[in-house]
T-cell receptor
Framework: NAGVTQTPKFQVLKTGQSMTLQCAQD?????MSWYRQDPGMGLRLIHY???????DQGEVPNGYNVSRSTTEDFPLRLLSAAPSQTSVYFC????????????FGNGTRLTVT | AQSVTQLGSHVSVSEGALVLLRCNYS??????LFWYVQYPNQGLQLLLK??????LVKGINGFEAEFKKSETSFHLTKPSAHMSDAAEYFC??????????FGTGTRLTIIP
């Protein structure tokens, strides 16, 4: 099993550009989520999904969109990149939200200049 | 407000010494609690979790944590530190909704 796969590993964007961070899992997990990690702030939840066709906002959703058309994929879209979105982004999945552990991808390091 | 607090953003211990990483939560109802570890340039991996069964939880790599309701704490310990334990450790809580809340992390350094 590949687990949770994130692409790309690194990305540099100019302010105002848009892009999509890809996330795919092959564990048939219902729950998927996106976090951003910034120094001294831990991980903050951006968006999450409890199943195909269902998404909801987390703690810091502004500037990001998500969709969940299949169980396997949960892309994160940056609509108009800003320097404040420079961060490391992690996708994570689990069977459900009842205490099942999260499985994390290896992250995407994004720099916005 | 419900929150997770990790005391100490950096902890250094000598190899072979006790590791103690502190985590407190703020909630009227005990949440599910987790400890995750992050090695450099990797995602997070689950060390252990508490889901209202035994209050002393054993995890991987010799780590364990004790849930203390009276202290709203879930501190992580390991009797004898190893060089390979150097990493960042995150405490997290599921407060009954669908959002796992993380603490700000503690970077553990092992001194040879």
């Amino acid at each position: 099993n590949a687990g949770v796969t994130q692409t790309p590993k690194f990305q540099v964007l100019k302010t105002g550009q848009s892009m999509t961070l890809q996330c795919a899992q092959d564990m048939n997990h219902e729950y998927m989520s996106w976090y951003r990690q910034d120094p001294g702030m831990g991980l903050r939840l951006i968006h999450y999904s409890v199943g195909a066709g269902i998404t909801d906002q987390g703690e810091v959703p502004n500037g990001y969109n998500v969709s969940r058309s299949t169980t396997e994929d949960f892309p994160l879209r940056l609509l108009s990149a800003a320097p404040s979105q420079t961060s490391v982004y992690f996708c994570a999945s689990s069977y459900s939200v009842d205490g099942s552990p999260l499985h994390f991808g290896n992250g995407t390091r994004l720099t916005v200049t | 407000a419900q929150s997770v607090t990790q005391l100490g953003s950096h902890v250094s211990v000598s190899e072979g010494a006790l590791v103690l990483l502190r985590c407190n939560y703020s909630s009227s109802v005990p949440p599910y609690l987790f400890w995750y570890v992050q090695y450099p340039n990797q995602g997070l991996q689950l060390l252990l979790k508490y889901t209202s069964a035994a209050t002393l939880v054993k995890g991987i790599n010799g780590f364990e944590a004790e849930f203390k309701k009276s202290e709203t704490s879930f501190h992580l310990t390991k009797p004898s530190a190893h060089m390979s334990d150097a990493a960042e450790y995150f405490c997290a809580a599921l407060f009954g909704n669908e959002k796992l809340t993380f603490g700000t992390g503690t970077r553990l350094t092992i001194i040879p």
